[in-house]
């Protein structure tokens, strides 16, 4: 079946840092990609998404492009603040994936930035 | 205001006892999802239901029970048979199926433990 690898975490970095979390997939046809977050105490939330290749996602200063090339989806900021702190999951949903019509997450990944 | 509601937020419970988290959501939406969710290993799929009175077992389904009586509603019940039942339960939906949209909505979780 499909499946979503991340970077493992905690990530930690300074505020205005630059920002990458690694994510990867393994699909069975051509899958939407997403980036979920979830802040302390609360469930997740969509980040953005891209549904075909080599499209661009952003969204509160976050980018992720679907590279097809090399099964990647990596997320991205330029300048990360205290308030991004949170956990970051990759995820995606593949309508060639028999019988699952529900997404596929990653592991996720623990951000924490510091002041 | 429009959202997804789960109950209790935390919840004890002694070995050998069925516990019945609640999900309710007033978004109209078509399907809802149940996802465990543990440290190091992101979000697992328990159950889903695309429409009322069908539902599909997900990755990990064993020693969990549903049910979709009204489009509002999908209760988890995580009996006895469960091994390892600690964990954060979230639940969620999405307009039609998640694959069309790629959006969930997610609650706020419960967070069960077993004393």
């Known amino acids: 079946g499909d499946s979503v690898t991340q970077m493992e975490g905690p990530v930690t970095l300074s505020e205005e840092a630059f920002l990458t979390i690694n994510c990867t997939y393994t699909?069975?046809?051509?899958?939407?990609l997403f980036w979920y977050v979830q802040y302390p105490g609360e469930g997740l939330q969509l980040l953005l998404k891209?549904?075909?290749?080599?499209d661009k996602g952003s969204n509160k200063g976050f980018e992720a492009t679907y590279r097809k090339e090399t099964t990647s989806f990596h997320l991205e900021k330029g300048s990360v603040q205290v308030s991004d702190s949170a956990v970051y999951f990759c995820?995606?949903?593949?309508?060639?994936?028999?019988?699952?019509?529900?997404?596929?997450f990653g592991s996720g990944t623990r951000l924490q930035v510091q002041p | 205001d429009g959202g997804i509601t789960q109950s209790p937020k935390y919840l004890f419970r002694k070995e050998g006892q069925n516990v019945t988290l609640s999900c309710e959501q007033n978004?109209?939406?078509?399907?809802m999802y149940w996802y465990r969710q543990d440290p190091g290993q992101g979000l697992r799929l328990i159950y889903y239901?695309?429409?009322?009175?069908?539902?599909q077992k997900g990755d990990i389904a064993e020693g969990y029970s549903v049910s979709r009586e009204k489009k509002e509603s999908f209760p988890l019940t995580v009996t006895s048979a469960q091994k390892n039942p600690t964990a954060f339960y979230l639940c969620?939906?999405?307009?039609?199926?998640?694959?069309?949209?790629?959006?969930?909505?997610f609650g706020e979780g419960s967070r069960l433990t077993v004393l």
């Open positions: 969620a939906s999405s307009i039609k199926g998640v694959l069309v949209t790629g959006e969930l909505f």
């Open positions: 699909a069975t046809g051509y899958p939407s």
């Open positions: 891209a549904t075909k290749a080599d």
């Open positions: 995820a995606l949903s593949d309508l060639a994936d028999t019988g699952r019509r529900a997404l596929t």
């Open positions: 978004l109209n939406h078509d399907a």
């Open positions: 239901s695309q429409i009322v009175n069908d539902f």
